[in-house]
């Protein structure tokens, strides 16, 4: 089971060398806040967490989801794309799915209605009768999914840790990936210039898998 999000926040403090009074202090916290935090009770906010990351000098993506170099010095393997150097040729069954209005990868909005309908495309099956496409609007998942690129929605399919998902919380919908943790929901831009947000489950009204980008061209 992987370490919840307070492990990391007391490794990173211990490799900095310091106590969670001090780190309570330079956060402005209650050094007990600190303590329901390592210990798994509760989470911080995502500016909270930045803060964390400066201060102990520690990446904000690798403290809340504990991915790739947990200090911006360390150099990650490059992700080779799935599939990439393979060939092979197989028969696909096309559909038509419905393209609905856009969903925004960058600042939340609501500006997603699944009731209206814009125009049909035709894709390879998705195994979904349900699937739907969205516009994406914004930049916040580049470079893997860009402004103007159509995203394939499909509400049956599971959604695990570290998909990315179209999703509604606190009546606001966006794009992102998503880490489940101790009743909250992380959604984790790939685009750094943005910062993670962490939700409660609770607030989450849907979360659906995508299974495919279209690139816009």
């Not at 490794?11 to 780190?23: F, I, P, S, V």
């Not at 699944?114 to 580049?142: C, Q, R």
């Not at 009546?171 to 489940?180: P, S």
Request: with cysteine; net charge neutral; proline share 5%.
């Amino acid at each position: 089971m992987k370490p919840h999000i307070g492990v990391r926040i007391r490794e990173a403090r211990e490799n900095k060398g310091l106590d969670q009074a001090t780190l309570a202090a330079k956060l402005d916290i209650a050094t007990r806040t600190l303590q329901r935090w390592e210990k798994g009770d509760q989470v911080p906010d995502a500016v909270t967490l930045g803060k964390i990351g400066e201060i102990t000098g520690t990446l904000t993506h690798w403290l809340l989801t504990s991915e790739g170099a947990m200090y911006a010095h360390q150099n990650g393997g490059s992700e080779r794309a799935e599939g990439e150097g393979q060939f092979a040729f197989r028969r696909v069954k096309l559909v038509r799915i419905p393209v609905l209005s856009s969903v925004p990868a960058g600042k939340p909005n609501l500006i997603f209605h699944p009731d209206h309908i814009e125009k049909y495309i035709t894709v390879d099956d998705v195994k979904d009768a349900n699937a739907f496409a969205l516009k994406v609007d914004g930049d916040s998942m580049s470079p893997r999914i860009e402004d103007g690129d159509v995203i394939i929605v499909s509400p049956k399919r599971e959604v695990r840790n570290g998909d990315i998902c179209v999703l509604r919380a606190n009546d606001e919908d966006t794009v992102k990936k998503v880490i489940f943790e101790n009743g909250y929901v992380h959604l984790i831009p790939l685009n750094h210039d943005y910062e993670p947000v962490s939700v409660k489950k609770k607030d989450v009204a849907f979360i659906w898998r995508v299974v495919k980008v279209i690139k816009n061209i």
